[in-house]
């Protein structure tokens, strides 16, 4: 059976991707997929303006998600700006390094469980060699500009397929947004006779 | 700066996340009103022209039966973030996207484009001009129905004006007597910015995304399904 490619939509920022990231990368133990990384930079830091509401809403909704999936949900410490930047930046070294799946459930528990703040070096190494990454080599990705360009490729990625928002999984062209729509690419999956 | 800081970033969240949830004073304000024999309310709201708000009502009516609760349908026109590049894109996914969360439900939509605001506004004017009561509701659930599922084209206005008399009685509310900016108020009150949103107890959910959490959450009200 030949293994097909689950593109990956994540922001580091995005709570739902939190949510999403232990499902999503489960997948492959039950189909012949391949996640396919895809850190985006957040929504409002590529000039979005996002009501006040919406932020109440998605942590108020967040918590009551993680709760039904058993999932720990706060302390938080909200990465917009440098913190988000960084992991991403940390994200495709670690894609580089086959721990991409390690770093994503790190970090983005590291933020949305424990309150690390991953803009400081002392938050980001704590995630970063919890994932096995090497801290030097990690610090060293956050200014790396070929990292940058990537990060800089999903989003046009996402804007092409005239997507906005996280987490995203495209399978075969088809679109699914909401860490609460694995459950109707599974069907997809099946019918595609990837069911391992 | 750094106070601040943990202000926004951590503290703020903290408290957001701990008023999320039904509280003690929750239980306690339904179970008073069940011993007065009132009835609990989820107030929706929802545009006539949103795939997913059809999801949501036609969810919600069939979740909401047998228990002693009134679903509450609120239509309203304008809605969404201001200046959001994304909305066109928003409104072609949402339809692909309501097509997959009524198959769970095994209810087949039947239309596949977009339908402008302005096309059904008039429905929300209808709907609008009276006061939220089942029969409304009806006419509310049953109009969806026949716009997504059976994919009849609200141009036909015929059609919706013999559903009105079916499900309300007589003819629709005529034009002058709409109340839409007093629901956009309401809303905005409440909280959401999109639509479909469940209210509930000063809870609010993207209703058709969350009809069990809102199931689950009228159980531990005490609104609990009859047998």
Same mark, same amino acid.
């Given at each position: 059976?030949s ?23 489960a997948?492959?133990?039950k189909?012949?997929?391949e $996640?396919?990384?895809?850190g985006?930079i957040p929504m409002?830091m590529?000039?979005q ?6 932020g109440i809403?998605?942590?108020?909704? &967040?918590?009551?998600e993680?709760?039904?999936? /058993?999932m720990?949900? /706060?302390p938080?410490y909200?990465?917009v700006?440098?913190? !988000?930047?960084r ?5 495709e070294?670690?894609?580089e390094q086959?721990?991409i ?7 983005s528990?590291?933020i949305w469980?424990e309150?690390v703040?991953v803009?400081?070096d002392?938050? +980001?190494?704590?995630v970063?060699e919890?994932a096995?990454?090497s801290?030097p080599e990690s610090?060293? !990705?956050?200014?790396?500009p070929?990292y940058?360009?990537r990060?800089?490729?999903?989003v ?9 928002g996280v987490?995203t ?8 947004w /909401?860490?609460?729509? $694995?459950v109707?690419?599974?069907p997809r ?6 069911l391992? | 700066?750094?106070v601040?800081?943990?202000l ?7 408290? $957001? ?12 304000a339904?179970?008073?009103l069940?011993? &007065? ?5 989820v107030e929706?709201f929802?545009a006539?022209d ?8 036609i969810?919600?009516a069939d979740?909401?039966s047998?228990?002693?609760?009134? +679903?509450v349908?609120i239509?309203v026109?304008?809605?969404?973030m201001?200046?959001d590049p994304?909305?066109?894109?928003k409104? !072609?996914?949402?339809v692909i996207?309501?097509?997959?969360l009524?198959a769970?439900?095994?209810? &087949? ?5 977009v $339908?402008?605001p ?9 709907v ?17 129905r026949a716009?997504w599922?059976?994919?009849i084209?609200p141009?036909?206005t015929?059609?919706f004006?013999?559903l ?13 007597t709409?109340?839409?900016a ?6 905005k009150?409440?909280?959401p ?9 000063g ?7 969350? +009809?069990d ?15």
């Open positions: 059976m293994v097909e490619p689950i593109e990956y939509f994540f922001s580091y920022r995005s709570p739902y991707s939190y949510l999403s990231a232990p499902r999503v990368f997948l492959p133990e189909y012949a997929v $996640i396919v990384y895809r985006v409002v590529r000039g303006s996002v009501p006040r509401e919406k809403h998605t942590l108020r909704d &967040t918590k009551r993680a709760d039904a999936l /058993g720990p949900f /706060g938080v909200d990465p700006g440098e913190g !988000a930047m992991c991403l930046m940390v994200g070294y670690a894609v086959g721990l799946k390690e770093f994503v459930l790190s970090a528990k590291g469980a309150a703040d803009s400081t002392a938050g +980001l190494k704590t970063a919890r096995g990454l801290w610090l060293a !990705a956050t200014a790396n070929e940058r360009a990060v800089e490729a999903s046009a990625a996402l804007e092409a397929l005239e997507h906005w987490p999984l495209v399978f075969r062209n088809e679109i699914f /909401g860490q609460d729509r $694995i109707d690419l599974e999956l099946v019918a595609a006779g990837l391992g | 700066m750094a601040k800081e943990t926004t970033r951590k503290t703020g969240p903290r408290l $957001i996340i701990a008023s999320a949830g039904v509280k003690a004073r929750h239980k306690l339904a179970a008073k069940r011993r &007065t024999g009132g009835r609990e309310q929706l929802f006539f949103d795939a997913l708000s059809a999801v949501a009502l969810g919600l979740r909401l047998g228990r002693d609760v009134d +679903l349908s239509p026109v304008e809605r969404g201001d200046a994304a909305v066109e894109w409104r !072609a996914h949402s996207d309501a097509t997959r009524a769970r439900d095994g209810i &087949t939509f039947t239309r596949k484009e $339908i402008r302005e096309a059904t506004r008039y429905l929300a004017k209808w609008s001009a009276r006061e939220p009561h089942r029969t409304v509701t009806a006419f509310t659930v049953a109009a969806v716009i599922v059976e994919g084209d141009i036909q015929e059609h004006a013999a009105w008399d079916v499900t309300v009685g007589g003819t629709p509310p005529g034009p002058g709409h109340r839409l007093q629901n956009q108020a309401l809303m009150k409440r909280g910015y999109e639509t479909p949103a469940a209210c509930l107890r809870q609010w959910f993207f209703a058709h995304e969350r +009809l959490r809102i199931e689950e959450t009228l159980d531990e009200l005490g609104w609990v399904k009859k047998p």
